[in-house]
């Protein structure tokens, strides 16, 4: 088994403490914002100082994903100060060129799902710095996500989610046992909102898109969620 320690770099080991920390994760996929893909880094632009860590996700191709990272990087370098985990949805390749295997770099690592890389393979790729996440939906995907070099985890669809097609949740006990049976930092995700939330208090954190980007008001959004996880 992994050791819940075994954080060789401190920038790592910084910013994975960070994660543990969090209570929302955005998903940040354009095409979910309100108003389309034309509003979303004026929505990005308003979120970020309430978010605890952002994970990029454009499913449209490395090019643009590579694009649109830029874009979200110079949104960020507008927040003066503003500290979060950046990360990269599924390409270790992208999140590369954008330089996540530097100590320094504003892309600190990559999220994986199951028919992406292996977390050895992607620490070999991306170095000791790097934060890797991992998909995972139900224990067993849990069990062997604990034995891989990475640093947390989303699991889900806890709830019923259109964004990703599945009109089954596999509910929020299920999150609360996937959080005590590891050591790495679980973000339940899928279909959560301000009605359910209150479900995952267990766990404190969330991994959410939809129900932050497409609300009429964003930033009431992400604090609502803030405060009924805290409540």
Aim: aromatic residues 4%; proline residues 5%; charged residues 25%.
């Amino acid at each position: 088994m992994a050791d819940p320690d075994d954080l060789l770099h401190p920038k790592r080991q910084a910013r994975a403490d960070r994660l543990r920390r969090s209570r929302v994760m955005l998903l940040f996929t354009p095409e979910l914002c309100r108003g389309g893909e034309g509003s979303s880094l004026e929505i990005l632009d308003e979120v970020l100082p309430h978010i605890d860590a952002l994970q990029i996700r454009i499913k449209t191709g490395a090019r643009d994903l590579f694009d649109g990272a830029q874009k979200v990087l110079d949104v960020l370098h507008s927040h003066v100060g503003l500290e979060l985990p950046v990360l990269i949805n599924d390409r270790v390749d992208v999140a590369l060129a954008l330089g996540a295997g530097d100590a320094d770099g504003e892309i600190h690592g990559v999220h994986l799902g199951q028919d992406d890389l292996c977390g050895k393979e992607a620490r070999q790729l991306l170095g000791g710095s790097a934060l890797i996440g991992r998909s995972t939906h139900d224990f067993a995907q849990v069990m062997l996500a604990t034995e891989e070099p990475v640093d947390y985890l989303g699991f889900g669809p806890i709830f019923p989610t259109a964004t990703k097609g599945y009109d089954r949740g596999v509910g929020a006990e299920r999150a609360w046992m996937a959080d005590t049976a590891t050591h790495l930092t679980v973000f339940p995700i899928g279909g959560i909102d301000y009605l359910n939330v209150t479900e995952l208090r267990p766990v404190g954190r969330v991994a959410a898109s939809s129900a932050i980007l497409g609300a009429e008001d964003p930033v009431a959004a992400v604090l609502d969620l803030r405060n009924q996880l805290a409540s």
